[in-house]
T-cell receptor
């Protein structure tokens, strides 16, 4: 039972355009959400996070939007760069010392 | 400062064998978590160790076990290997126990292939 779902296994975007990666969740107890980026042969690296008390968080070219009523979050990358080509994982956690629950990832390819 | 170090990077084992993977967390980090990454399932949580004690365990059979030493280094062991255990095993360290707002820093992983 996948509690965090990334329904698009892959996404291709032209350089300079916006990349939008989507994530849906089923557990209404999740209250903190994170995005990780993973290059081949490397471990995932933390990108950006958002608490459920917010609906938007920005960090440079990266913005995460949270829609609690729809149990949906999205990561926007503007403008997309070739170096952004990687697998992006959405993760969520409930309050307390609990492990991250990850989605299956979306492979983003930014084409020059 | 040095990142999370996982050894070995690659392993090939035969069905029925056992394997031990090692993870050295970032200096000062006391929490180590292990994840299994497969193409079909993404990252799945195995277990978390903090102060040499297992604090959380994922939904994996008892063939998967781990431990943490006093220097926070951690090992995970898989006994009686099955073909389906072939995966990338990732270790993540954090300063304190995993909690919202705490970033986990991942190692490069150990690629295990069971033949």
């Amino acid at each position: 039972d996948q509690q965090v779902k990334q329904n698009s296994p892959s996404l291709s975007v032209q350089e300079g355009r916006i990349s939008i990666l989507n994530c849906d969740y089923t557990n209404s107890m999740f209250d903190y959400f994170l995005w990780y980026k993973k290059y081949p042969a490397e471990g995932p690296t933390f990108l950006i996070s958002i608490s459920s008390i917010k609906d938007k968080n920005e960090d440079g070219r990266f913005t995460v939007f949270l829609n609690k009523s729809a149990k949906h979050l999205s990561l926007h990358i503007v403008p997309s760069q070739p170096g952004d080509s990687a697998v992006y994982f959405c993760a969520a956690t409930v309050p307390g010392n609990t492990p991250l629950v990850f989605g299956k990832g979306t492979r983003l390819s930014v084409i020059a | 400062k040095a990142g999370v170090t996982q050894t070995p990077r690659y392993l090939i084992k035969t069905r029925g064998q056992q394997v031990t993977l090692s993870c050295s967390p970032i200096s000062g980090h006391r929490s180590v978590s292990w994840y299994q990454q497969t193409p079909g399932q993404g990252l799945q949580f195995l277990f978390e160790y903090f102060s040499e004690t297992q604090r959380n365990k994922g939904n994996f059979p008892g063939r998967f076990s781990g431990r943490q030493f006093s220097n926070s280094r951690s090992e995970m062991n898989v006994s009686t290997l099955e073909l389906g255990d072939s995966a990338l095993y990732l270790c993540a360290s954090s300063l304190v126990r995993q909690a919202r707002g705490t970033e986990a820093f991942f190692g490069q992983g150990t690629r295990l292939t069971v033949v």
